[in-house]
Structures are given as structure tokens and as C-alpha cells.
């Protein structure tokens, strides 16, 4: 128990929040070091609340931004985005996520964007973005250019 103080000093600086690479150039110790000490102390940082973040996210969400947008304004990413909304209850049903995918559509339009590489016959079909929410983009990809090929 001869180190009790220096580590007791090492968890208030990584509790201040210190990297734990620059408290262990101070002590002359690995950053594996440091990293163990803090396990050891049972030390844990209080997360940072979010919830006021999270509760604009679903506001600006029910106010009819896309995933697209919430990511950019808010630094994360539409995974993260589309899981939070989850948390928060502000997911939509299948017609609005329709209906939201294509007001970002047309506002990507009124902005000048142009469409991705990607230039699919079926991409506005309700029954293509529906398989899309579900099972993902590849999968209903391959799903409707095979229908495409039997109607062919």
C-alpha cells in the first residue's frame, strides 16, 4: 500500500479528466499502468448527460428532420441517431418514413444536389423503401433489379 497516494493522485487526475497517457508520462508509468490502477480503484467518470441533447434530437425529429440532418447537426452518426430516437419514442411508422424520405429528397432537389451514382427505376417505390427500412439497401436492391429481370 505504498502506492496508495500515487494512485490515489493518478484516479483525481483521470477523474478531472486527464488522458490516461499524459498521467502516466507525469508518473513515469504505462499508460496499461495507469489504465489498471483505475480498474483497480474502482474509479468510473459520470457520463455527461444527454438527455437534453436527446430530447432536441426527437423534437427536431417530430419537427420533420431527416436522419441525414440530425446526424450533421448534431455530430453523430444516423445509426446512433436512429437508435436514440428509438429510446426516446420518436421513431415513425413505414408511411411517414416514406413520407420523410421524400421531403429530403425534394429538398436535396430545391438545393441542387444530384442523385447518388446510383440511378434505380424503383428507388421512390413505397414496397423498395419499405424492404429498405427492413432488411437494408443491398437486399431489397437485389430483390426488385431480380423482379426487374422476371418482368423483363
Known amino acids: 500500500m505504498k ?4 494512485n490515489t493522485e493518478i484516479v483525481a487526475a483521470w477523474l478531472s479528466g486527464e488522458f490516461q497517457y499524459v498521467i502516466a508520462e507525469r508518473y513515469g508509468l504505462a ?3 495507469v489504465s489498471a490502477i483505475i480498474r483497480r480503484m474502482k474509479a468510473k467518470r459520470a457520463q455527461p448527460c444527454k438527455s437534453a441533447r436527446n430530447a432536441r434530437l426527437a423534437d427536431d425529429y417530430r419537427a ?8 450533421a447537426k448534431y455530430g453523430i452518426g444516423m445509426g446512433r441517431a436512429s437508435v436514440i ?3 426516446m419514442g420518436a421513431r415513425a411508422d ?19 444536389l444530384k442523385p447518388g451514382p446510383s ?5 421512390n ?7 429498405r427500412c427492413y432488411f437494408g439497401a443491398t437486399y431489397a436492391r437485389q430483390q426488385f433489379e431480380q423482379e426487374l429481370r422476371r418482368a423483363a
Not at 3 to 6: I, Y
Open 3 to 6: 502506492n496508495l497516494a500515487r
Open 31 to 33: 499508460a496499461s499502468s
Open 64 to 71: 420533420g428532420a431527416t436522419l441525414a440532418e440530425l446526424s
Open 85 to 87: 430516437l428509438k429510446r
Open 94 to 112: 413505414d408511411a411517414e418514413r416514406h413520407a420523410r424520405i421524400m421531403r429530403g429528397i425534394a429538398r436535396a432537389k430545391a438545393a441542387g
Open 119 to 123: 440511378k434505380l427505376p424503383y428507388s
Open 125 to 131: 417505390d413505397p414496397a423498395y423503401i419499405k424492404m
